[in-house]
């Protein structure tokens, strides 16, 4: 039986190709700053988002949390939207590793605005924490993919400004908002201090990501790293994927945007309810509470057909598009959803 998985973006195997790359890189030891293809990658991205330095890194959970103690103190506060990642998905991390208190404030597709978050702020009184980071996620992956207007993110940096705050982006899926909406890296990631970005998901490589921001920032977190047991030695065999990823697998993500949007459309005609005005990007999140089936009777269905999904609730299921997933496997998904939901 033929297997689609659109579990995530983080299932894709590296191509042949990409291991070629993988298995001529040259190295060195990193800990000691002397692999060479680490090297070349954190110069290229640190130039690519228009910041002086960056830091290669085993995972963005761990490139979040670094973020977050590089930037605050214990007691501080950070606030940051209901459904983000670290909130959600890094094992209540900030707490744990930083000391620091999260704020999460409701969005709209994972959007929060300036106003939500001036109001958030805590005033200078010693009952309270003290408001240090803002913290935004781009694409939003609970909102389906959507993309954090930049627009708003500029008046929240004007905001920041004014009340001497730090801003951290956990761009994960920052990769798609470029590719989807033509707007460079470096404008992206201009208003921020500091801005996490994957190589695992959407470009396709077995691990990694990288925390860019100044090289005063990059040396504090580097220390971060290092606490963290996240110390390499010869890692240019992973930082080769990224680089090879870079050249190779960045524009080809607007063909996992649109099958995403034909799969949302499909979804949409057999019954499920898509936020299409939220799917922008590789992410669809289908609720199937009209169908009279629970989102695990249907990913059980679609599972024995071949489909793999995953639940994000009793009645919403994520589907995500990537490198592995092709024109004639979305046709073939779209079949079987249509057999399963009619």
């Known amino acids: 039986m033929r297997k689609i998985d659109l579990r995530s973006d983080t299932v894709t195997k590296p191509t042949p190709a990409m291991r070629q790359a993988m298995a001529e890189a040259p190295v060195g030891d990193d800990v000691f700053g002397e692999d060479p293809t680490v090297n070349e990658l954190q110069e290229r991205i640190a130039t690519l988002c228009g910041k002086e330095a960056a830091l290669f890194v085993p995972s963005g959970t761990m490139s979040n949390q670094i973020a977050i103690n590089a930037h605050t103190q214990p007691g501080d506060e950070v606030i940051c939207e209901y459904g983000c990642h670290i909130f959600n998905y890094e094992g209540g991390g900030a707490a744990l590793l930083s000391g620091a208190q999260l704020h999460p404030l409701p969005g709209a597709r994972g959007v929060i605005t300036a106003e939500q978050i001036k109001a958030a702020i805590r005033p200078a009184d010693h009952h ?15 909102a389906g993919g959507a993309i954090f207007p930049l627009d708003e993110i500029r008046r929240i940096r004007a905001l920041a400004d004014e009340f001497n705050l730090v801003m951290h982006l956990d761009g994960a899926r920052l990769w798609n908002a470029h590719i989807a909406t033509h707007i460079s890296m470096q404008e992206w990631a201009a208003p921020f201090d500091s801005i996490s970005l994957c190589f ?15 090289s005063e920032f990059i040396d504090r977190a580097h220390r971060y790293r290092k606490v ?10 992973i930082a080769a994927a990224a680089l090879y990823a870079l050249d190779f697998h960045l524009e080809r993500l607007a063909d996992d945007h649109r099958r995403a949007h034909q799969l949302a459309l499909k979804l949409v005609d057999c019954g499920a309810h898509v936020d299409l005005d939220a799917t922008q990007t590789n992410i669809v999140i289908a609720d199937f509470l009209k169908s009279g089936k629970s989102a695990a009777e249907i990913n ?6 071949g489909v793999l999904a995953l639940p994000v609730s009793a009645s919403r299921i994520r589907f995500v598009t990537h490198l592995n997933v092709d024109d004639e496997s979305i046709a073939h998904a779209i079949r079987v959803l249509e057999d399963v939901l009619r």
């Not at 980071?133 to 609970?142: D, F, K, P």
């Not at 959407?202 to 990288?210: R, V």
């Not at 059980?300 to 057909?305: A, C, G, I």
């Open 128 to 142: 309270y924490a003290h408001t240090r980071l803002i913290e935004l996620e781009n694409t939003h992956n609970r």
């Open 228 to 237: 963290y047991g996240g110390g390499m030695r010869q890692v240019g065999v």
């Open 200 to 214: 695992s998901k959407g470009l396709g490589t077995p691990l990694g990501s990288i925390l860019v921001g100044s």
């Open 300 to 305: 059980d269905e679609l599972k024995t057909q």
